[in-house]
T-cell receptor, first 114, second 114 residues
Framework: DGGITQSPKYLFRKEGQNVTLSCEQN?????MYWYRQDPGQGLRLIYY???????QKGDIAEGYSVSREKKESFPLTVTSAQKNPTAFYLC?????????????FGQGTRLTVV | AQSVTQLDSQVPVFEEAPVELRCNYS??????LFWYVQYPNQGLQLLLK??????LVKGINGFEAEFNKSQTSFHLRKPSVHISDTAEYFC????????????FGAGTRLFVKA
């Protein structure tokens, strides 16, 4: 079955630690995205990528980094510079088309700082 | 710039009653509109989308939405809800100038009571 796989489902981070969230898709989509979800705030865009080896900052990129070395993979690193990282993180992908494009989402990773 | 406002953060309703979840958007150009549903601790899945043509759009699980350009609205409706419809619902918009980025509303939590 085609889809997006995020791992792990739950992740615990200690203060000052970097952690990497995995996102893999087998939909052959060019575009991939990372969103952060906090209660009552909807989804906020962290980073997005249109093509391998290229990515752009979204609305809340500070404290995060990404890479796009393969079309299928778009890992997100939450660095120690992110002051409030506890949240639900969603990865998505879509075809590359201006407007009108459905996004396909993974099941999410819940990150908690302990 | 695009924006999306979901007018109700929570909507409680009894089983088999009708429901309407309200969404207003702002954009200076032609828009594409979406409703997504999110069940607890899961990713989002597409309910329905409006790209062009008929303003009444039918989606999965018996939901439908009507695009109203003059009122810049895209309200989601279902004539008779089930307990299983309890979830969070997100309205989203993209337009022809925003590339493939989609802006999400803050979400409406639908709670269906027996």
């Amino acid at each position: 079955d085609g889809g997006i796989t995020q791992s792990p489902k739950y992740l615990f981070r200690k203060e000052g630690q970097n952690v990497t969230l995995s996102c893999e898709q087998n939909l052959n989509h060019d575009a991939m995205y990372w969103y952060r979800q906090d209660p009552g705030q909807g989804l906020r865009l962290i980073y997005y990528s249109q093509i391998v080896n290229d990515f752009q900052k979204g609305d809340i990129a500070e404290g995060y980094s990404v890479s796009r070395e393969k079309k299928e993979s778009f890992p997100l690193t939450v660095t120690s510079a992110q002051k409030n990282p506890t949240a639900f993180y969603l990865c998505a992908s879509s075809i590359l088309k201006t407007g009108g494009t459905e996004a396909f989402f993974g099941q999410g990773t819940r990150l908690t700082v302990v | 710039a695009q924006s999306v406002t979901q007018l109700d953060s929570q909507v409680p309703v009894f089983e088999e009653a009708p429901v309407e979840l309200r969404c207003n958007y702002s954009s200076s150009v032609s828009v594409y509109l979406f409703w997504y549903v999110q069940y607890p601790n899961q990713g989002l899945q597409l309910l329905l989308k409006y790209l062009s043509g008929s303003t009444l759009v039918k989606g999965i699980n018996g939901f439908e939405a009507e695009f109203n350009k003059s009122q810049t609205s895209f309200h989601l409706r279902k004539p008779s809800v089930h307990i299983s419809d309890t979830a969070e619902y997100f309205c989203a918009v993209s337009d022809s100038t925003g590339g493939f980025k989609t802006i999400f509303g803050a979400g409406t939590r639908l709670f269906v009571k027996a």
